[in-house]
Structures are given as structure tokens and as C-alpha cells.
């Protein structure tokens, strides 16, 4: 859709013009998988996809929520702002944003009518959710002037996901939605928040999405229980090497206390991340060396711990990214996002695409009987405002 046809969209939806025009991007992360709420790196970079919010005051003492993607029609008085709704409205994402500037002393005393549109496929592991959550951020500290900066507008939108959608997710999501930087990945310290923009150059190679459309289900379960399991592992380590995160570790520290995780699953869990952490901070540096060769290849490991180690994986996943790793020209392919379905990501030679995706999406349908969405993903802004 274009500006034009949103702005048009919204004027059937309010019988007036938007004031104003916001949008915050999806992402896809290139490795540093489930080692964000273990206060490790991550390497994601923002979508040019991602989530338009056009909005204008209303004199009711309401706020109005539509989208454009989904039916379900939302009125909230603005006392009504800070009680997440039952059955998973999604009203919840923006809501739960709302709910964080009040909580944060933000008075909101004027209402808005407020319509959503968003090109990030839902549930597909590209972060619809983030986008959402920051795309609102950002717009209520435009039109509030409340002059947060954008970490705090990912720390917003991470707080919204857990207490109003029960998604104990760290802050990568977020923070390439509101950080991201077109042609560059954010190379981020989840402990810290200290990132750099690290310029993806990628001569006669594409970062290539496939979607598995199988739609991960990040509710409270298995995404809580990695994020226990983790605990649990920090909290046996800390017996005998009191840790915070188990990203504090390096592998040959792991080596030296890993005995302490007596629960089988948790010792798993926590070898993933320790390797994890390495794997990124590894392929972040053959990146800046130019040896995409190597990045491909750490790639590819991340996703056997994942599927291996972490579980989180699954038919859909491993068919995709094992299809991907026999094609000539594909230098690693792994999956991005939560896991339990959604997408992967490739790094693929030009010449190679056509047959790419010739061979992945057969042998995908031959393995689950589903069709895979193949697209070249391209390195936008965070979010920020349109200006017409
Ligand atoms: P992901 O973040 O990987 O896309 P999530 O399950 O975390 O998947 O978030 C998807 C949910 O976010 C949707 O089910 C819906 O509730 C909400 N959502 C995202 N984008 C939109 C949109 N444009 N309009 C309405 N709801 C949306
Ligand atoms: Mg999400």
C-alpha cells in the first residue's frame, strides 16, 4: 500500500485526515539467536518492512484502535488503558505501550483515533510485534513531547510484550525497530545496551528471507520455558561462580563449571548461549574482515545448536535451512526470530537465487507439504516519522 492509499484508508476508516504519519520497522536477525534475555549479543538489522501508525486527536476522551490487517475494532476510554483485554486482542501491543508512558508519570488527557497497517507477515518470526510496539512508542512521544530517547522507546516496547502479551522476550526486537540503520546491523550488548552499526557490504550476496508459513506461537509457553531453563542455569552456576547472565561466560569458563547444571535439559540450553555468544562476536568480526565465508559458516552452526541444544527449531525450520545448506552458492542459512516456525535467513550468491529457490521451496513442500515465501531482504531506518 502507499501513503497515499493509507491516508485514503483512513479517511474511510474516521471520516477525517490523519495529523500525523509514524513508521517502525521489522527485523531479522543474522545470528545472536535466544541470547538477548541472557545478556549476550545479538546481530540483528532492521526490515524496510514493518508497521505505519496515522493518527489524529479525537475529542472523545477515547482511543480508537483499527488496522488495516486485522478486523477486531478497539474503543478504550483512556481509564480503560493500563488493564491488558482478555483472548489475545491485539489491541494488547499498542495498549500495553500506552500503558508504559502512564506508568512512566505520562499524563494522557486527549484522545485519539488511531488506524495500524503493516507489511511484516504476523507471527512469522520478523517481529510484527516489535514494529507495533515501537511504531506506538515512537508516535506518543512525537505527539506527547516526552522526549524519551529510542533505547527507551525498546525498553518501552519490550515491557509492553511481557505484561500485556505474557512474552518474556529481550530487548533485541525492540531495539532494531527503533535503532536500526539502512545498509547497517546492530551489533548490541543486551547487558549493556552498548551497540555499534556495523555496515552490512555484501558484494554479489543477498541476505535472502524464507518463510516457512508456519506460524511460530510465541505465547507463554515454549519461549517462557527457555527463558526458566536459562535461570535455572545461571542459579545452579552461581553456586560455585556467582554469574548474573550466563553471556558472562566464555567457553572455557563453561567448561570449568557446566558440571554444576545438574537438570539435563538447562545444561543444553546454556551451551547453546555460551556458544551462541562466541559464534556472534566471531561472525561480527569476519564481517568487518570481509570473510563472509566464515559469517555463512557461523550461521550455519547457530542453527545446529538451535535445533540441537536449544530446541527450538522443528520440522519446518530444519527443512528449510537443510535444503538451503546443499544448494551451490549458499553460504549459511539458519533460523531467525523465536523459532518453532517463521522464517530463516540466508546468505546466497546472485547467481545462485533463481536455483535457491527452485530447490529450497521443493524439497520444503516434499518435506511438510507447504509453501515457502522467498524474499531478498533489504536494510531500512528505525522507526521514524513520514514526512509528506
Ligand atoms: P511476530 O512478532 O513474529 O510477527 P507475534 O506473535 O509476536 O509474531 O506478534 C504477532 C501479533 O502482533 C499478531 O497476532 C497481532 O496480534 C499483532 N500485530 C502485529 N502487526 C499487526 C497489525 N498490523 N495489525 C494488528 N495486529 C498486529
Ligand atoms: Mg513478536
Not at 478497539?74 to 501491543?93: D, G, M
Request: with cysteine; proline share 3%.
Amino acid at each position: 500500500m502507499t501513503i497515499d492509499q493509507l491516508k485514503s484508508a483512513y479517511e474511510a476508516a474516521y471520516q477525517k485526515s490523519a495529523t500525523d504519519i509514524f513508521f517502525s520497522p521489522g527485523r531479522v536477525n543474522l545470528i545472536g539467536e535466544h541470547t538477548d534475555y541472557n545478556g549476550g549479543f545479538v546481530f540483528p538489522c532492521a526490515l524496510s518492512f514493518g508497521t505505519y501508525l496515522l493518527i489524529s486527536p479525537n475529542s472523545e476522551q477515547k482511543i480508537n484502535f483499527r488496522s488495516l490487517n486485522i478486523d477486531a475494532v478497539y474503543s478504550l476510554e483512556l481509564t480503560q488503558l493500563t488493564t491488558p483485554l482478555p483472548n489475545k486482542a491485539w489491541a494488547n501491543y499498542p495498549m500495553g505501550v500506552i500503558a508504559q508512558f502512564i506508568k512512566r508519570g505520562v499524563s494522557i488527557t486527549q484522545g485519539y483515533d488511531i488506524l495500524f497497517w503493516g507489511n511484516v507477515p504476523a507471527g512469522a518470526g520478523l517481529s510484527s510485534s516489535a514494529a507495533m510496539e515501537v511504531v506506538t512508542a515512537f508516535a506518543f512521544n512525537e505527539l506527547l513531547g516526552t522526549g524519551y530517547d529510542r533505547t527507551e522507546l525498546a525498553k518501552i516496547g519490550q515491557a509492553a510484550e511481557h505484561e500485556f502479551a505474557g512474552v518474556m522476550c529481550g530487548i533485541m526486537d525492540q531495539f532494531a525497530s527503533a535503532q536500526g540503520q539502512k545498509d547497517h546491523a546492530i551489533y548490541l550488548n543486551c547487558d549493556t545496551l552498548e551497540f555499534d552499526l556495523v555496515p552490512v557490504k555484501l558484494e554479489g550476496i543477498k541476505v535472502v528471507v524464507s518463510n516457512t508459513h508456519s506460524p511460530h506461537h510465541l505465547d507463554s509457553g515454549a519461549y517462557n520455558d527457555r527463558v526458566r531453563q536459562c535461570q535455572l542455569a545461571v542459579q545452579q552456576i552461581s553456586a560455585v561462580r556467582p554469574i548474573k547472565n550466563l553471556a558472562e561466560l566464555s567457553q572455557a569458563d563453561f567448561n570449568q563449571v557446566e558440571h554444576t547444571i545438574t537438570d539435563e535439559v538447562a545444561h543444553r540450553r546454556a551451551r547453546h548461549v555460551v556458544g551462541e555468544v562466541q559464534r556472534t562476536k566471531d561472525a561480527v568480526e569476519a564481517l568487518q574482515q570481509g570473510n563472509i565465508e566464515k559469517f555463512g559458516e557461523l550461521m550455519t552452526q547457530s542453527h545446529i545448536s538451535l535445533r540441537d541444544d536449544y530446541e527450538v527449531t522443528g520440522l519446518q525450520l530444519d527443512s528449510l535451512a537443510e535444503a538451503a545448506w546443499k544448494v551451490d552458492g549458499v553460504l549459511g542459512s539458519r533460523m531467525t526470530g523465536g523459532g518453532f516456525g517463521g522464517c530463516t535467513v540466508s546468505l546466497v550468491r546472485d547467481e545462485a537465487i533463481p536455483t535457491f529457490i527452485e530447490q529450497v521451496g521443493a524439497e520444503y513442500i516434499k518435506k511438510t507439504g507447504l509453501k515457502a515465501d522467498f524474499y531478498i531482504a533489504e536494510i531500512g531506518d528505525g522507526a521514524h516519522r513520514i514526512v509528506e
